[in-house]
């Protein structure tokens, strides 16, 4: 009963599109509250020295994250994007994006892109946020490419899994849930984190995947 509660909410949520009403510091972040929610607190606790975001969109996701980080006194955001999109920031959002987030454009599956984070983050305690392009190709492709930055304990959050059917309907078939799925088959270094998804509802499930062993992947 409760399930069906959660998933009849989570899809009049994404029906009625509310998450892109959603703002932080002016600017839309388009993120479904509980799960940034979750994200500050894992920040709060790896305290990690980069944050890689790909898919910048209109940039809010990368504030809210930097904002963390600058309350911490510690740490930077990397996000990555194909387009860079012109919007007027606040004074405190522009503050952020000049000292706390370093801007990449290219596809974050590029091999330029891939290494240049690595050139600037390898070696580091990270934690990597999948929300690009979510096609279940797309999405493995960037969980190989990016697993190995993450270090024990910390972790890569594939942002979307809710659709193609979790429960929401997307028309582009397989997604982040199946990418996940595939994923997990071949690599014993990540478990997904059931705990960080503890309020119910969240738009990223089985997408919370914690480092438990060393490895290459």
Known sequence: MTQKICDNFHKLYEEKRIWEKTTWLG??????????????????????????????NFGGSALFYASIMQLLGYGQVITIDKKEKKIEFSQAAQYLFDNRIIKMIGNSIDQKIIRQIYHIAKNQKN???????????????????????????SYIIVEDSHINGHPVEWKWGSGPYEAIEEFLKNNESFKI?????????????????????????
């Open 127 to 153: 934690i990597v946020i999948l929300d690009s392009w979510h096609s279940k190709e797309h999405v493995l492709k960037e969980l190989n490419l990016y697993s190995p930055l993450v270090s024990v304990g």
């Open 27 to 56: 600017t839309p972040i388009w993120k479904f509250p509980f799960d940034a929610f979750i994200i500050q607190e894992l920040i709060f606790k790896i305290k990690p020295r980069y944050i890689i975001e790909t898919g910048t």
């Open 193 to 217: 984190d059931k705990d960080c998804e503890k309020l119910l509802i969240t738009f990223n499930p089985n997408g919370y995947l914690r480092r438990i062993l060393h490895g290459n992947s």
